[in-house]
């Protein structure tokens, strides 16, 4: 992507100012002017946003300095008039009134105003602005303007010289063309090479009026425009165009040229509008193509094997459409290629044995497709790449050796059917930060050199047939690491004992996942990691979390230990938990006193055989939204307090045996309560319909015991 944002910066400057300090000129400047200039400066103020500073600064403007001099202003050496003002990235801020001295200055032929904070109307306060004749170039482009670019505005310009035009919004820009005012645009200014109106509200253009643009028309951008229907394929066909950039326009739909492309189209951007279609193999035809961008559209058919003559090549995107078919054998031959996205189609086949070229590829995105065969080596090899992506495919495995130092920076394979073992790194991979290799058909341990991987920050093994022991000693020389998941692997285990009474440090880690694994013990080894997120469901956890085990774990967001053998919690791990779930142990006894944890809004443990009362603890959880103590042995009385929580959502104490002050002799309500979980039958007491009638967010209760008394209706 940075290939394509230096492009059009590059298009921006080739049409803009060629230098933001003018040279000195050998004549003074003409004292009316330098007062027009001067008298310009007093009607806006200059204001810097934070962390930010002009360009120009128009402060340092000085009567007794040659206005020739001044930043931003530039003179005809031969005249002495000010044929040039540069302000971009000025921090202006103001209107540009109809009686402004600027407008003055006839012999203006280029005027920059571009990301600056300026505003009102054109039509209203700049119309001035279109009276210059000789005026070549004028770029208001992100600034505050507003109002229609309409029919009227037009009939007073004089811009028969004008060549480039910017008018593209900002956040704060407003800016519309009215039904006929774009089409008087085309007729009248025959001159036009550049015109960037990106973001201009162009929902009531007739795309017909396209046909009306000038043959020299080498630079067209409207980019979010709003605008709608089918644009009209003669555009692609204007014999100088060399850029063309119709993205983010969701419902203009159309159809790429079979023939007779531009022959020096340079930079063609459609991304996220509706094309239709196909690829024709004139493509192949574009030989000064260096950025290609259809991403989100309805193009479809096969891509054409016509890429050996796009040697100028930097950007292709095609994915998201609806691409079928083999993967074009040329597309790997373009040699300055940086970024190849050919992500979410339907592509399908093996990958070339050998690849020489693609020496500059940084990103290579194959997401969601149906490629097949093996995962090459070459692909480790190429010397650029910083991004592989090839997710979601058909790919095979073993992986091969990595044979040679790659720069490779973020590899994922997700979700193949890549088999075999994962391949001994060797140190090939030093520069990895996220390798993803979840949901494959891996088997074997862990190589011992993924742990060498020292700048890792991600590393994703789920959902394989990996086996072996992730000693502590080792995990912790990823010092990077931040998101650690090998779940779903039922023969991982993890080693938790200490050697030589080591503190491990994991500087940086927040998220560690060993759901469904062979874990036999609580890692207490984590307990002074940054750690944010725990799950250890799916286990063979056993015994009990003891006091010390359950003190530091400071920043600690969500624990899952549920499904495991644990019988006894003597602390509840962290002081700043949100989501607590213990379903499914052998806990026994009370339940544990709960801290008051103010953030903590999940409490589940069910399915345990715990005894005793609800503790009043319970009281100082505010955020409370899901309760369940279902499936245990408690008794006594539900606190009155839990009718205050106004965020609660679920409450299940089903077979909870209670007191016999819930079972009052009133008639029972019964009904069925279809939501997004299992329907369920509420069977409430009197005294319990008044704690709970406040519960008005609360989406299911579950008490499953002989309760009585009248639901109250508002609870629904």
Known sequence: MGSLC????????SWSLSSSV?????YLCLPNERDALLHFKTTISVYCYRDSYPRIDIESWNKNIDCCSWEG?????MTGHVIGIHLSHSCLDGSLFANNNLFQLQNLQWLDLSSNKLGGSLLENTSSLFHFHGLRRLNLAYNAFDGAISTELFSQLCLSSLVSLGLSGGVEQYLRFDGQGFDMLARNLTKLRNLVLDTVEMSDVELNSFLNLSSPLEHLSLSGCKLHGEFPTQAF????????????NENLTGYLPNTNWSRG??????????????????FGNLTQIISVDLHENSIEGQIPDVFGNLR??????????????????????????????????HLEGPFPNHVSELQF????????????????????????LLQLDLSYNKLVGPIDRIQKLSSIQEVDLSYNNIGGSIPDFNFDLVKLTYLDLSSNNLSGPIPDSIFDLVNLTSLYLSSNNLNGVIKSDMLSKLTSLIVLDVSSNSLISLSTIIRNVV?????????VNFSGCSVRQFPNFFQTSQLSNLDLSKNMISGGISKWEAEGWELLHSLDLSHNCLTALEQIPGNNLAYLNLHSNLLQGPIPQIPILMKLSVIIFSKNKLTGNIPSSICNLSLLRVLDLSENSLTGTIPDCLGNFRSLQLLDLQGMGVSDAWREHVPVVVREVATGWPSVRLKLGARAAAIFSSLQRARIWTLGNEFTGTLPTKLF
């Not at 492009?7 to 921006?12: A, P, R, S, T």
């Not at 003018?22 to 050998?26: F, I, K, L, T």
């Open 73 to 77: 202003v530039k003179c005809d050496n």
């Open 237 to 248: 066909q204007l014999p100088n165009l060399k850029v063309l950039d119709l993205s983010w």
């Open 22 to 26: 003018a040279p000195p000129s050998s």
């Open 265 to 282: 189209l340079e930079l063609l951007d459609l991304s996220y509008c509706a094309f239709r279609g196909s690829i024709s193999a004139s």
């Open 312 to 345: 100028k090549l930097t950007y292709l995107r095609f994915s998201s459409c609806n691409l079928s078919g083999p993967l074009p054998i040329t597309i790997f031959n373009l040699t300055k290629i940086t970024h190849l996205d050919l992500s979410n189609n």
């Open 503 to 511: 503190n491990y440090s994991f500087p940086q880690l927040t998220d």
């Open 361 to 384: 590829v940084e990103e290579l995105l194959l997401v969601n497709n149906s490629i097949s065969g093996g995962v090459p080596s070459w692909l480790f090899t190429l010397p650029s």
């Open 6 to 13: 230096l492009l059009l910066v590059i298009f921006q400057l």
